[in-house]
Nanobody, 129 residues
Framework: QVQLVESGGGLVQPGGSLRLSCAASGFTLDWYAIGWFRQAPGKEREGVLCISAGGGSTYYDDSVKGRFTISRDNAKNTVYLQMNSLKPEDTAVYYC??????????????????????WGQGTQVTVSS
């Protein structure tokens, strides 16, 4: 059974940092593309970034470029989202997702007609003074 578990969310002041984790079980994350998405209250879910298998390609939304960084720890089968210089508009529930695509497009969709089959439960990030 595949399971993704996010953690690391919380309340932080503007300009602060958080590191989100997405830990997988029953699935080898490094073999597949991973997407991070967020959903703010009253808004639709939006893509934040995606990374291809092995980290060959990474796409960041303009709103987070230069502030957010994704990394992998293959030994722990975990992906991290380092978020710096946080802004109130970053407040949202953050989700990681993966599936059987090895790559992703610049619009964060998985390649090859695949879908993101597995989603985490989400972790709340609140940026407020």
């Amino acid at each position: 059974q595949v399971q993704l578990v996010e953690s690391g969310g919380g309340l932080v002041q503007p300009g602060g940092s958080l590191r989100l984790s997405c830990a997988a079980s029953g699935f080898t994350l490094d073999w597949y593309a991973i997407g991070w998405f967020r959903q703010a209250p009253g808004k639709e879910r939006e893509g934040v970034l995606c990374i291809s298998a092995g980290g060959g390609s990474t796409y960041y939304d303009d709103s987070v470029k230069g502030r957010f960084t994704i990394s992998r720890d293959n030994a722990k089968n975990t992906v991290y989202l380092q978020m710096n210089s946080l802004k109130p508009e970053d407040t949202a529930v953050y989700y990681c997702a993966t599936g059987h695509a090895g790559d992703c497009y610049s619009d964060y969709r998985p390649s090859g007609g695949y879908q993101y089959d597995y989603w985490g439960q989400g972790t709340q990030v609140t940026v407020s003074s």
